[in-house]
C-alpha cells in the first residue's frame, strides 16, 4: 500500500472531483527503495539477472537493468530522483486512460488541481504504460457541499 499523507489526501479529493467513475489512484509516494524495487521487478521480468544485490546506494548494482526498463512509452526515474518521492506524481489507472487524460487536463484548466509546469521532453500529464502519470503541487475543493437553508 503506498504511503499517501494529509496533503496527497486532500489533492486526491480535488482531483477525483474530475475523473471518470472507476479510476483508481495506483500510485503517489514512494520511497528510493520501493522506486528501485520497481526497476528491479520490471528488469527480471525481461529477464535481466543482477550480478549481485541491487541497492539505492549502489547504482552500479542496478544502472544496466534501470536502462532497459526506462522506455519512453514506460518511463522510470532513478532511485531517489523520483517526483513520487517528493510525493508530488500521482499515478491513475481505469478502463480509458484517454479519459482519465482529458480529466485531468480539465481538472487543471478549471483550477481543480495546478500541475508542476512540464519540463523538457517530459510533459505533465502523460500516458506511461498502463496508467496516467500527473504531477501536481496543489489542489482547490470549491463547492458547497451542503444546500442551506
Not at 477525483?16 to 489512484?25: A, D, H, N, S
Not at 503517489?28 to 520497481?38: G, I, K, M, N, T
Not at 548494482?61 to 519512453?72: F, G, H, I
Request: proline share 7%; charged share 20%.
Amino acid at each position: 500500500m503506498p504511503l499517501v499523507d494529509v496533503g496527497n489526501t486532500l489533492i486526491w479529493q480535488c482531483l477525483k472531483l474530475y475523473l471518470p467513475v472507476g479510476t483508481r489512484l495506483t500510485s503517489v509516494r514512494r520511497s528510493p527503495e520501493d522506486q528501485l524495487a520497481l526497476i528491479v521487478g520490471r528488469a527480471r521480468k525481461k529477464g535481466y539477472i543482477f550480478k549481485r544485490l541491487p541497492t539505492v546506494a549502489d547504482e552500479f548494482s542496478w544502472s544496466q537493468a534501470w536502462q532497459l526498463v526506462n522506455t519512453a512509452e514506460n518511463p522510470i526515474a532513478k532511485p531517489g530522483r523520483s517526483m513520487h518521492q517528493k510525493g508530488l506524481a500521482y499515478d491513475l489507472s481505469g478502463r480509458d486512460l484517454n479519459a482519465i487524460f482529458a480529466a485531468v487536463n480539465k481538472a487543471s484548466s478549471t483550477g481543480g488541481i495546478h500541475l508542476i509546469p512540464p519540463r523538457r521532453g517530459w510533459n505533465n500529464p502523460r500516458l506511461e504504460g498502463g496508467c496516467v502519470h500527473v504531477e501536481i503541487d496543489s489542489g482547490k475543493l470549491d463547492f458547497e457541499p451542503f444546500d442551506y437553508a
